[in-house]
């Protein structure tokens, strides 16, 4: 499914949409330059969820954790990562425990470290706004393509 998405509203109300039709806890790659709205993205997925705070990039710690009633979302940057054998250090297995939603940005630097995705979505620039690719890879992330759709 590819989407226009013209401006930073219509990313953050993509995150929105894809709170709204998910069914169970996912897990979404996150692809794209840097400022393509991959952290505006999870914005909009945690402001959906009534998350009232300050949703900041974890470029420089790597992970942010938002709890909510029935599960947890774990945002991951791993663009600073040097090896993906630094992930065994953080304890990455633990953060995929339990009723966990997870963004992961920059996945390909986390190779043989990382769960599969169910949901991979690919952002690029154009013009003023951005173009959105998504791309199922599993059951559920079919299944949140065809209720998106």
């Known amino acids: 499914m590819t989407l226009l998405l013209r401006n930073e509203a219509e990313t953050l109300e993509l995150g929105a949409k894809l709170f709204r039709s998910m069914k169970q806890p996912l897990r979404f790659y996150l692809y794209g330059d840097l400022g393509s709205g991959k952290t505006t993205l999870v914005r909009g997925f945690l402001k959906a ?3 009232c705070g300050a949703v900041k990039s974890p470029t420089f710690t790597l992970v942010e954790e938002y709890q909510f009633p029935e599960w947890r979302l774990v945002h991951l940057d ?3 990562l040097a090896d993906p054998k630094e992930l065994e250090w953080i304890g990455i297995r633990e953060y995929f425990e339990g009723q966990c939603v997870s963004f992961i940005e920059w996945p ?3 190779d043989g470290f990382l769960p599969q995705p169910d949901l991979s979505v690919r952002l690029s620039h ?4 951005r173009i959105a690719v998504l791309e199922p890879r599993g059951l559920a992330g079919h299944e949140l ?3 998106l759709s």
């Open 78 to 80: 791993l663009y600073r």
């Open 49 to 51: 969820g009534g998350y």
């Open 108 to 110: 390909d630097r986390g």
């Open 126 to 129: 154009h013009g003023e706004g």
């Open 145 to 147: 393509v065809k209720e």
